[in-house]
């Protein structure tokens, strides 16, 4: 069974730093792609970014220079680093298996929330 649990979600500061983790089990991850989502309060889930397995990523142009994305196969682990955050990226993040560009990802793990307040 797929399985993704995501981590490393909480509180930060307009213009801080946030790294979420999320671990895949249940599946070869090292030839999977995957890729994060988000769903603010009142708004429709929308994609954030995504990483083939030979590390060819893309971002929504809104976290683009902001949002690094990257992964550890050896460890079945994906990254996602928020830098400059705003209140606009308060939201519940989503790891997916697949779904790179915006697609329909394969699965998706349970979700970490991050909130940006001063």
């Known amino acids: 069974e797929e399985q993704l649990v995501e981590s490393g979600g909480g509180w930060v500061k307009p213009g801080g730093t946030l790294t979420l983790s999320c671990t895949g089990t249940?599946?070869?991850?090292?030839?999977?792609?995957m890729s994060w989502a988000r769903q603010a309060p009142g708004h429709e889930l929308e994609w954030v970014a995504g990483i083939y397995p030979r590390n060819d990523v893309y971002y929504r142009d809104s976290v683009r220079g902001r949002f690094t994305i990257s992964r550890d196969n050896a460890k079945g682990t994906v990254f996602l680093q928020l830098k400059d955050v705003t209140a606009g990226d308060t939201a519940v993040y989503y790891c997916q298996r697949g779904g790179t560009t915006g697609g329909h990802p394969s699965s998706r793990g349970p979700g970490t929330q991050v909130t940006v307040s001063s």
């Open positions: 249940g599946f070869t991850f090292s030839t999977s792609a």
